[in-house]
């Protein structure tokens, strides 16, 4: 599994940069239209909750690092004397990124799919309100406790 041929591994390496760099685009590309019919068809308050996802900056984060680790391995393949030292585990690890970026790029597919949904918005704007009221009940409770009644 360790490439030792230095063309094959600026080759694969350069594949896999070109290939991230357009899984990226389409991805930044699919938010950015999702946030367009967001806007569009709710409530402009729906966009920060789709945005600030952690889940959706998480998969970008990672697309943008793997092709960060691609380029440095690819720059890293330097000419020592008459042969190219080969760095042949790091493109190992390069190519194991990258199918995780894409396992990464289906999740996120079905991810924001699953987010512009008016059933899903409307569980999540529930499950968070329901979360404040009980925050709110707690911190009266506890600040009842704190002031004895006479």
């Given amino acids: 599994m360790v490439i030792d041929d230095t063309d094959t591994a600026k080759t ?14 389409f991805s930044f590309s699919m938010v950015m239209v999702l946030l367009n019919q967001a806007s569009s068809n709710f409530s402009p308050r729906v966009l920060p909750g789709i ?29 020592t004397e008459n042969s190219y030292q080969t760095p042949g585990f790091s493109v190992l690890i390069g190519i194991i990124l990258t199918v995780l970026s894409l396992a990464s790029f289906i999740y996120f597919i079905h991810h924001i799919s699953q987010a512009i949904q008016v059933d899903n918005i409307l ?9 404040e009221i009980e925050n709110i009940i707690k911190q009266e409770k506890e600040m009842s406790l704190d002031f004895p009644n006479i």
Avoid: C, M
Wanted: charged share 15%; no cysteine; glycine share 6%.
């Fill in 12 to 25: 694969i390496l350069s594949t896999l940069i070109g290939g991230l760099f357009s899984l990226t685009v």
């Fill in 123 to 131: 569980i999540d704007i529930h499950d968070r309100t329901k979360s």
């Fill in 51 to 79: 945005i600030s996802d952690e889940k959706h900056q998480f998969v970008l984060g990672q697309y943008i690092a793997t092709i960060l680790y691609n380029i440095f391995i690819l720059i890293s393949i330097e000419p």
